[in-house]
């Protein structure tokens, strides 16, 4: 059996994959050339700041009784180079001549700030003014929490800071809900910062906003002030935010793709990655605190009668609304964590902060291999669902996860490039888990189903074929948590396996004898054939809207009835033959276009070249094709006709009517028609983003997927006409494509084509087989 380092790598391999990944989220300053630019900027705001203030008490000069105060980023000494200066003039009111001599003195401070060209909100107001503002409007109250003053009169800061602490607390049930609420839409238009690929550091859940949010509920007295871990997290992000606007010279607070590479650099980090990985890390960390606070707010906010304990299992009570240690509970048993997890989410329950830091301080190291009730424990928090996420967030942000899973470290915070993909890959792991369990009746053994679900990309954290290294750490994993041997074996073929079923149904041809049987070889039994089915669609649901759909999941189900025949005994199936209305419509000759649902069927006299013609006339009508099959054998009379089976969807809208279809064929089969100019004026219409990196196309032939045609497998950033495209590159070498599954990956094409000669044979000679590679590859670029 071959050693993780056998299948992996050694870990001091060269490049920054191989190495182990670091465990803190800021980078060292020992071991990074420039980490120790990060601690510049902490520095630099201060110091702006200091200097800032000094020119602005000099715009106001010696005025008593008039007080000017920083709200905002700048009160709070936060201004990065693109934030907005917010000033409010505070002053005690008087007659009409105060009045003109206050609107003089602000005159004199505003515009040497517009001139400066320094981004100004300001105001003057009265203390009543103010203080009536403040009880009105929810972001005035906010500013106001947090003022600064910068010069003037001490004793109006501090009367207006007392009157606003005091109607803010006395109003605190009212104000918290409307910014509990109005917290609650941020996250709806934002997104959550720790998943998103180009996230708003200031408004995205788990963000800057969310810890000045924070501290405005503990100033109302209901929840404890932000601790140390959130204001490091605040901090890191704060000086990502500085690098963002000095790098780019604008203010915006979205770290787009473009810039990631730019802003790492100048914060001491490796790479884009690192950046992202710092930057999640933050966010969770927010995050996690945020929704801690906001219950507090929940329960201050309802009125509830007097909180009881309410057991839930051995160990574990309910206590206002959270999961908690009963009274007396022994610390020392190593499975207590994840049966207290178990019970919380299984209950629908978050952990209590409190117990998870006791049992983090108190909880002995788990042995090796875990004991039962531990590894019971952990499919049933697994099995829980959507609740178990709360829950193992907690347990990750106590660090018990890398603890109980040392791989674990390398996946945490991870990003994923691929837009498909909406998590970080340890997210993506749990909500797979997650998922999951809805499925584990549809199986003979849930708990291997679940296991497999959280370990399935676990090789994303080492070098080179996930699947493959993933499945050396999901064996290492399950022997680790005491699974017998044949179920470790059944882990490792899971996660080995993990993407066979939907590759194979989206990307070969499931009436080809061959496939089924390379399926069936690979999964060996019914019972793993059950499994792989379901985490497929669990997999598929966890990464995103567009890995999943109508269309994929008719071909998987299709493949996994076709496997479980032969597994169960029955023959390979055979290619289906023509149905008795594909006969029918084929006795139109001439050319002929039939729509039904998704099923696009063409008639037309064969020809060279067929296939792709007609796919360019369905491209040129905005229809997406995701597979093509000439029916076989051809039709009519000597076989002068030849049937096409289209599976495409509409891009949007309502699809195309069929007499518009029919008509273009007509026209490209009489050359009247030019389908490359048409296609290509398209492509040019498509909008590239700047500093958005497409890689380079990617052709090979794959020798063992059929013994009837030649197959070749394209790589390609999707365009419109993608499979016109390649199909004429076919064509010219004078082959012809028997039949093509296409698969759509976000921006990216997976296209598979089988290939015969003009006698309808697979190629053979390895230099024939490198040509048609290499033309291939031309006509991509």
């Known amino acids: 059996m071959p050693s993780r380092g056998d299948v992996i790598g050694v870990y001091r391999s060269s490049g920054p994959e191989t ?16 980490a120790a630019t990060r601690e510049a900027y902490p520095a630099a705001r201060l110091g702006r700041a ?233 966010a969770r960390t927010i995050t996690y605190a ?28 309910e206590h206002d609304g959270e999961a908690v240690l009963a009274r007396g509970v022994e610390l020392g048993d190593p499975s207590l964590v994840l049966r207290v997890a178990a019970a919380a989410a299984q209950a629908g329950l978050p952990l209590g902060p409190a117990t998870v830091a006791r049992l983090a301080e108190r909880t002995e190291p788990m042995p090796v291999p875990w004991p039962a009730e531990a590894r019971a424990a952990l499919v049933a928090l697994l099995g829980a669902g959507p609740p178990a996420i709360g829950v ?26 691929n837009p498909v993909h909406r998590f970080t890959v340890d997210r993506h792991l749990v909500e797979t888990a997650a998922g999951a369990a809805a499925l584990t009746r549809e199986v003979a053994r849930p708990d291997l189903l679940l296991v497999g679900a959280l370990l399935h990309d676990i090789g994303k954290g080492w070098p080179g074929d996930h699947s493959r290294s993933g499945s050396v750490v999901a064996r290492d994993l399950g022997e680790l948590m005491g699974f017998c041997a044949r179920d470790v074996k059944t882990l490792e073929t899971l996660v080995r396996h993990h993407l066979l079923l939907p590759d194979t149904a989206t990307r070969r041809d499931l009436d080809d004898p061959v496939t089924i049987k390379h399926v069936a070889d690979a999964v060996g039994d019914g019972e793993v054939l059950e499994l792989l089915a379901a985490l497929t669609l669990a997999d598929a649901q966890a990464t995103g809207p567009a890995a999943w759909g109508a269309w994929k999941a008719r071909l998987v189900d299709e493949l996994v009835r076709r496997v479980g025949a032969v597994l169960a005994g029955s023959p390979v199936p055979r290619a289906p033959e023509p149905t008795r209305e594909q006969l029918a419509l084929a006795r139109h000759g001439g050319g002929a276009v039939r729509v039904v649902g998704p099923t696009v069927t063409v008639v037309a006299p064969d020809r060279p070249g067929l296939l792709w013609r007609a796919a360019g006339v369905l491209a040129l009508h905005r229809l997406v094709v995701r597979t093509a099959r000439a029916v076989t054998p051809a039709l009519g009379a000597e076989g002068a006709t030849a049937m096409i089976e289209f599976t495409a969807v509409p891009e949007y809208g309502n699809p195309p009517d069929p007499a518009a279809l029919e008509a273009d064929l007509r026209r490209v089969l009489a050359g009247r028609l030019d389908v490359a100019a048409r296609l290509e004026r398209r492509a040019r219409a498509v909008r590239v983003r700047p500093g958005v990196p497409v890689p380079e196309p990617r052709v090979r032939i794959i020798d063992d997927a059929s013994r009837t ?73």
């Not at 670091?22 to 060292?28: F, I, L, S, V």
């Not at 087989?769 to 590859?777: F, N």
């Open 50 to 282: 200091d200097e800032l203030d000094r020119w602005l008490a000099g715009l106001l000069g010696p005025e008593p009784e008039l007080a000017l105060v920083a709200v905002g980023s700048h009160g709070r000494r936060d201004l990065t180079p693109g934030g907005d200066l917010d000033l409010v003039l505070v002053h005690r009111g008087g007659d009409a001549a105060r009045a003109a001599h206050v609107a003089a003195v602000a005159d004199r401070i505003w515009y040497p700030i517009w001139d400066s060209g320094l981004r100004l909100d300001h105001s003057v107001r009265t203390l009543h003014e103010a203080r009536t503002v403040a009880r009105s409007d929810l972001k005035a109250a906010l500013g106001l929490l947090t003022a600064r003053r910068i010069a003037g009169d001490r004793t109006l800061l501090d009367q207006l800071r007392a009157e606003v602490l005091a109607d803010w607390r006395a109003d605190a049930r009212r104000r918290l809900a409307e910014l509990a609420a109005m917290t609650r839409e941020r996250w709806a238009a934002q997104g959550e910062l720790a998943f998103l690929l180009e996230p708003d550091l200031k408004e995205a859940h788990g963000g800057l906003r969310d810890v000045h949010a924070m501290q405005a509920v503990a100033a109302s007295w209901v929840a404890p002030a932000p601790d140390e871990r959130v204001r490091a997290a605040y901090g890191l992000l704060l000086d990502v935010r500085h690098a963002l606007h000095e790098t780019t010279g604008r203010a915006s607070d979205r770290l787009v793709l473009q810039e990631q590479d730019t802003v790492a650099r100048s914060l001491g980090m490796l790479d884009a990655d690192a950046l992202l990985r710092a930057v999640a890390e933050a």
């Open 392 to 417: 193992w967030e907690a347990l990750d942000q106590a660090g018990f996860i890398t603890r109980l899973l040392p791989d674990w470290e390398r996946v945490r915070n991870r990003p994923q490039r």
């Open 709 to 781: 045609a030649t197959v070749v497998e394209v790589r390609a950033h999707d365009r419109p006409g993608l499979l016109w495209r390649i199909g004429q590159a076919i064509g010219t070498r004078g082959l012809q494509v028997r039949a093509a599954q296409v698969d759509t990956l976000g921006a990216e094409a997976v296209d598979v084509f089988y290939v015969v000669d003009q006698d309808g044979r697979r190629l053979e000679d390895p230099g024939e087989l490198e040509g048609l590679r290499r033309r291939v590859l031309e006509g991509l670029r």
């Open 290 to 317: 945020a929704d801690h606070v906001w219950r507090h707010v929940e329960r201050f906010c309802t009125v509830r009668s007097r909180s009881e304990r309410h057991p839930l299992a051995d160990g574990v009570v």
């Open 19 to 34: 190495g182990p990944e670091p465990t803190k989220a800021a980078p060292d300053p020992e071991t990074r050339p420039g």
